[in-house]
């Protein structure tokens, strides 16, 4: 009777959450994002069959919600981007050693960066992926992803006027982030 | 012939490492929406797929 394994559902629900936070920085918003997160999860579940139970699950679904990502924006055309209140009001519930202003600035500066940039700086940066992996779901080569994120950094760097060293010292936040694992 | 197994010394990039102040703001925007519970749709819908699928199957 159960000719599918059962995991592949179980596996899905695992990946949703970072699923969900790739969605968010790439569409900017979150009502957005939830749309792009069920057509993926639709999309996936179609395609279950062409998914081999074992191998890497979080990059083959990043892959298809990017890919749902960028043709949904083909078929709209370029829509300009705005920044919706709700993700920083959603943002100031989160305990953070930084201030809810701190975290907009931000989130207004990564809006503010190419879409190829964007991407691969929350690819490498934040989900967790290495270049290789990153490059794969991005379908370029590894020396672009990794020029891209140097390029992001950069400019991130210069909007928000910060060096790239620390200048906070030791995070707790990001060593609990990290530690929970995507 | 398989590529896969080669060594990386690091995984990250030092520029985006614990220490960095655009890595750490990226972790914790990340992770404030990466924390946050799954929708009820979200669980909804994999129900729903799934029951359909079942569905499907005890008819052929």
């Known amino acids: ?182 | 012939m398989n590529e896969m197994s080669v060594p990386r010394a690091r995984r990250t990039d030092p520029g985006l490492g614990s220490n960095s102040d655009i890595g750490a703001k990226l972790r914790a925007f990340y992770g404030a929406v990466q924390d946050q519970p799954i929708p009820d749709k979200f669980l909804d819908l994999l129900e729903k797929l799934d029951q359909v699928e079942q569905a499907s199957k005890r008819k052929v």
Not at chain 1, 33 to 55: E, I, R
Not at chain 1, 97 to 110: E, S
Not at chain 1, 133 to 143: D, F, K, M, Q, T
Request: with cysteine.
């Open chain 1, 1 to 182: 009777m159960l000719e599918q394994p059962p995991s592949f559902k179980r596996e899905l629900l695992a990946t949703l959450p970072s699923l969900r936070a790739f969605a968010v920085s790439l569409s900017g918003r979150h009502d957005k994002a939830d749309d792009l997160v069920q057509d993926t999860m639709m999309k996936a579940w179609a395609k279950q069959d062409s998914f081999q139970m074992g191998t890497n699950i979080k990059a083959w679904l990043f892959t298809i919600l990017r890919n749902e990502f960028y043709s949904q924006m083909r078929k709209r055309g370029r829509e300009v981007q705005d920044t919706d209140g709700a993700f920083t009001e959603r943002m100031s519930v989160h305990p953070s050693q930084y201030g809810v202003l701190d975290m907009a600035d931000f989130k207004k500066a990564l809006d503010s960066l190419p879409h190829d940039q964007r991407e691969a700086i929350v690819l490498i940066g934040a989900s967790g992926f290495s270049y290789e992996e990153a490059a794969e779901i991005c379908n370029c080569a590894v020396g672009t992803m990794k020029s891209r994120v140097s390029r992001a950094r950069t400019r991130l760097q210069e909007q928000l006027g910060i060096s790239g060293e620390a200048d906070y010292g030791p995070d707790a936040v990001s060593a609990q982030v990290t530690s929970q694992g995507f």
